[in-house]
């Protein structure tokens, strides 16, 4: 039969599945518009069918049905209509058109109770039966001849969701789990009876209902005790991470918690030794712990005599709000043992609680292992462990088909190891990793001191590591290693320590109203997080760049997918393992290395990311925008290129300038988003200036980044290093004075001479362009032509950074007010702090890093008015 199916939901989408496998043909899908750039899931099953799908926001207008829609559905030569769950007003020309009419699913037991709440009004009403009726649509309001009627008893603590869970969906939902299934209609299946009625099987002749369960990795491997499960497509595997099962296409889900038939509740991967692992013998000080607590239960149940060690929490009678008090009571006693709430429902008597407690103590909770397949090299008298794979929901894994690619140590341009290049499934896979652990896991719940704790934690093992880490930043970015080890190391240990702090800090305000008189209104606001962020940072300081963002993304509570610089993958690798070291639950950290046009592209593109924060060039920022807008409206901000303008005037310390001014070019090998990418000096000290410059430029020693004695080491890439040259040979032919250097250094690896250039005009290619790169532009201006010098030194469509050198301090505030840019550095240089924000005018882009003003780039506010 020609079938056309009308409506939405999961509950249609199986509809619509159970048409087609009894030989259906269904020549149309007519269901409700994306919202928020996402698909209906009936649509999602029908357009991947290739059945055509419409998506009319409404069928009629004014009571009137609308020609051209009828139309179409027309057009499609229906036979019948199934409307399986429909929240749109379908006209009567649509109802009455097939030769069979419409069939219509109703959630109650008609006549019983009509219209959308009929449910609700089943137990309203105090009904004892419940159930659904599939009808003959007429022109009345759940009205026509009735085809059948299925029933159920209504119990007395029934709600909404777990009648509609336990029966109506779709025919009386059983909750026994089909086998023949793919490992994600198998995970959907369980979570979507998580928990109440619970999706169970039989294993072992006993029932069990599974809880918890995520989606595995397409490639990740699992090892651990079979377990046959009858039915399946083959046996599961009990893991340390948990229950391992296998959908008929070969890909696995984990699930995370078991329970019995007598109410028990198990670790999934403690099924084959519940209740066989050998007690820890208690040592004095457990032993009075345990006292203790046992005085907490007492004074918890207090209808039980005496709490003996087989004593049962919730048999005694314990309640969901005494399990919340119960865990509290163990932190005031024990600060390091920080118990979930499941901890307690998984172990419910005393001794099996105590046991539990006294291993938390011990830091002997049987937590997942984190498999790692380091690669290791022995250099900088150290053996550092770099993770090469992607980084997905908790685990190290391949890319989609295995792909790789080699990352190069710019020191002597030889590849230090393979890594994962990420796929579009990759990211989409993360994704939905950072939106099940936003919505749906630990993190979303986790009130904010708690989550500042795992930063704090994550920050500790950084600083553990900070040797390590400056070492994998300096043979993959090239930068060096004092250098690394101070900055790109020591700022992004302070930036998580600070924004640590935040985390119980994000605060709304009460407003006052117009008050709507008799009653009176109460307005507040609540920060929010967004939910799943995407992170584009860029080469020139790798770790550094990951921390500025996505300390501020995770202290507001978000969770992130970040792709780094494909040329420098190596530390946000580093940092990944370190994230799942200090216990930041699985998916809220994801880390994608790869291609800006495949990764980068589908970041901007995904319509379950609301926010992408992007640190690169310009002409990339004003296309990830466009993207951005074009998808689903994302929430973007941007620091981007660089021209900034730093004005030394006669009246300056000279020694100070000369300095800061080598500083403001040369640090970090010119590889630096506020670098000075112009000095305008004063033309009676400008000679003196120049001559005390490239006598200091002679003194650098540049070298292998990791000798301590180096102070210029290799550019990042050959690509940047080519540019680099072309750039100096542009401002030679245009007529600028090359002073010293603007050649490559005849060694191995991407070496660059560091470079000044004077008798620089203003429109000169290098006085227009970002060099990105050790190159000096220095141009005079006549001394009292203040207002002339503002004017050149802002005539740029680039506003991240500027800086003046004067004595004066009124001439220091007046130009500092007129220079037009994000920051201004006042006789000092890259001074940059964790607590000052950082960010650009104009083409520079927009929102802020650091400080305060980053954690508004991730939150959102919601206005909440009551009136009383």
């Not at 620089?760 to 001394?783: C, L, N, R, T, W």
Request: aromatic share 8%; proline share 4%.
């Amino acid at each position: 039969m020609k079938i056309a199916v009308i409506g939405q939901s999961l509950f249609g989408q199986e509809v619509y599945k159970e048409l087609r496998k009894d030989g259906h043909t269904i020549v149309g899908v007519f269901t409700i518009p994306d919202k928020d750039g996402k698909a209906d899931p009936l649509a999602t099953e029908a357009e991947k069918d290739g059945v055509a799908v419409f998506k009319f926001p409404r069928w009629r207008v004014k009571g009137q049905a609308i020609p051209e829609v009828v139309a179409q559905y027309k057009a499609t030569g229906a036979e019948l209509n199934v409307l399986p769950f429909c929240s749109q007003f379908i006209p009567m020309e649509v109802i009455d058109h097939p030769k069979h009419g419409s069939i219509i699913y109703h959630p109650s037991l008609l006549p019983r109770h009509r219209g959308a709440s009929a449910i609700n009004w089943t137990l309203i009403h105090g009904d004892k039966k419940g159930g659904f009726t599939v009808f003959w649509a007429d022109d009345g309001l759940d009205t026509g001849p009735i085809l059948l009627q299925r029933e159920c008893d209504v119990e007395p603590n029934d709600t909404v969701n777990t009648i509609y869970k336990r029966f109506l969906f779709p025919e009386g939902v059983k909750g026994t789990i089909d086998w023949n299934q793919t490992a994600e209609g198998l995970h959907n299946w369980i979570r979507g009876n998580d928990k109440v009625p619970g999706a169970w099987a039989e294993v072992d002749g006993q029932k069990v209902t599974f809880y918890g369960s995520s989606l595995m990795n397409k490639g990740s491997t699992a090892k651990g005790q079979a377990l046959e499960i009858p039915g399946a497509s083959q046996p599961g595997l009990v893991t340390k991470a948990g229950l391992v099962l296998f959908g008929n296409d070969g890909n696995a889900l984990l699930v995370k918690n078991l329970q019995f038939e007598d109410g028990k509740m198990i670790a999934a991967a403690q099924y084959f030794s519940s209740g066989s692992s050998a007690a820890v013998e208690l040592t004095e000080e457990e032993k009075s712990f345990a006292e203790k607590m046992r005085a907490v239960w007492q004074s918890i149940l207090t209808n039980v005599s005496h709490i003996e060690d087989s004593t049962d929490f919730f048999k005694s009678g314990a309640a969901s709000m005494d399990v919340v008090r119960l865990v509290e009571e163990v932190k005031l006693r024990a600060s390091s043992c920080q118990l979930q709430n499941e901890d307690i429902y998984m172990n419910t008597t005393f001794q099996e609680f105590i046991q539990k407690c006294v291993r938390k103590l011990r830091g002997e909770d049987d937590e997942e292992e984190l498999v790692v397949d380091y690669v290791e090299k022995n250099t900088n008298n150290m053996t550092i462990q770099m993770p090469h794979q992607l980084f997905i929901n908790g685990e190290f894994v391949d890319a989609e088909g295995g792909k790789t690619y080699k990352t190069i140590n710019p020191s002597d341009g030889t590849a230090i190891c393979d890594v994962s290049l990420a796929q579009i499934s990759d990211v989409d896979r993360a994704v939905a990793a950072a939106k099940e652990a936003f919505e749906e896991g630990e993190w979303g719940k986790m009130n904010p001191r708690d989550r500042g704790r795992l930063i704090y934690k994550l920050a500790d093992l950084m600083e553990q590591h900070q040797e390590e880490l400056a070492t994998i930043e300096s043979i993959d970015s090239g930068a060096v290693y004092t250098l690394a080890l101070k900055t790109h190391v020591g700022m992004s240990i302070q930036t998580f320590r600070y924004f640590a702090g935040w985390c119980d800090k994000i605060q709304g305000s009460t407003i006052p109203i117009n008050q709507a008189r008799p009653n009176r209104n109460l307005t507040f606001t609540k920060k929010e997080p967004i939910g799943v962020c995407a992170i584009v940072i860029p080469w020139n300081y790798p770790l550094m760049m990951l921390a500025w963002k996505t300390a501020a993304c995770l202290a507001a509570g978000n969770t992130v997918v970040l792709k780094p610089a494909q040329v420098t993958p190596l530390t946000a690798l580093k940092f990944a393992e370190l994230a799942a070291r200090a216990g930041l639950p699985k998916g809220v950290v994801n880390i994608l290395p790869g291609s800006g046009a495949l990764v980068g592209q589908r970041l901007s593109d995904h319509p379950d990311v609301r926010k992408l924060g992007f640190t690169g060039s310009t002409e990339i920022g004003k296309h990830i925008m466009k993207s951005c807008a074009v998808s689903n409206v994302k929430k973007v901000s941007l620091e981007l290129g660089g021209k900034s303008p730093l004005i030394i005037f006669s009246d300056c310390d000279m020694d100070k300038a000369v300095r800061m001014g080598m500083s403001s070019v040369f640090f970090n090998k010119g590889e630096n988003c506020i670098a000075a990418g112009r000095l305008f000096v004063e033309d009676t000290i400008h000679d003196q200036f120049v001559k005390r410059v490239v006598e200091e430029v002679k003194k650098m020693k540049t070298g292998d980044p990791l000798d301590r004695a180096t102070d210029h080491g290799p550019q990042n890439h050959k690509a940047h290093l080519d540019k680099l040259v072309e750039y100096c040979q542009t401002g030679v032919k245009e007529g600028a004075t090359l002073i010293c250097g603007g050649k490559q250094i005849q060694r191995p690896g991407f070496f660059f001479e560091p470079t000044v250039f004077t008798d620089v005009q203003d429109h000169m290619y290098i006085a227009i362009e970002e060099s990105f790169g050790p190159v000096m532009i220095i141009s005079k201006f006549k001394g009292g032509e203040v207002d002339d010098v503002l004017r050149r030194a802002n005539a740029t469509e680039y506003g991240l950074a500027s800086g003046v050198f004067t004595r004066d301090i009124s001439k220091a505030l007046y130009v500092s007010e007129r220079l037009n840019a994000g920051t201004v550095f006042v006789n000092t240089y890259n001074k940059t702090d964790v607590a000052s924000p950082f960010g650009g005018f104009k083409q520079s882009g927009f929102g802020k890093d650091l400080g305060q003003e980053a954690l508004n780039e991730y939150l959102k506010t919601k206005a909440v008015t009551i009136e009383y």
